[in-house]
């Protein structure tokens, strides 16, 4: 088996069991997200405490790219602090764009190496973002109304 096929096996896993799919209550965090290129959209809710995501989950549809990436990304921020979380979408941003490589050896990114074929085609790269657009969003939104 080459390593394309181990990684696509990874998404396919993903999508066809996706990791954390649903409502949350009352959530602190909320956003919708929308691929204008395909016209695919996404929810997710996230519950905050003390500045931690303590759970986050999403709905949505979309292609295999899309779903097993908020897949991945909601299985690795659960039980992070919110500071932790924007430097890790920052990091995956500059990963799936090509302007950084994924790092081999890493636990935390192995999974989402499975990602990088898309670095190749401008489009699916918005595939496998939009779910971290749309958490970074909610983030901002919930970072604001503290403030206030
Ligand atoms: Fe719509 Fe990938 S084709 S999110």
New binding site residues.
């Given amino acids: 088996m080459s390593v394309e096929d181990l990684y696509s096996e990874i998404v396919l896993e993903h999508y066809k069991e996706p990791h954390n799919v649903g409502e949350i209550e009352y959530p602190e965090i909320f956003a919708k997200g929308f691929?204008e290129?395909?016209?695919?959209d996404i929810k997710i809710f996230a519950k905050v405490k003390n500045n931690i995501i303590e759970d986050i989950k999403f709905l949505g549809k979309?292609?295999a790219?899309?779903q097993s990436s908020a897949s991945m990304m909601t299985d690795l921020i659960k039980g992070k602090t919110l500071d932790e979380v924007k430097e890790f979408i920052k990091n995956f941003n500059k990963k799936i764009t090509g302007e950084e490589e994924f790092p081999e050896n890493s636990e935390e990114w192995f999974e989402l190496s499975a990602l990088k074929g898309v670095i190749k085609f401008p489009i699916?790269v918005?595939?496998a973002s939009?779910a971290w657009h749309t958490l970074s969003q909610g983030i901002k939104d919930f970072e604001n109304k503290q403030k206030k």
């Fill in positions: 691929n290129s395909c016209g695919d979309g292609c790219i899309s699916r918005k595939c939009l």
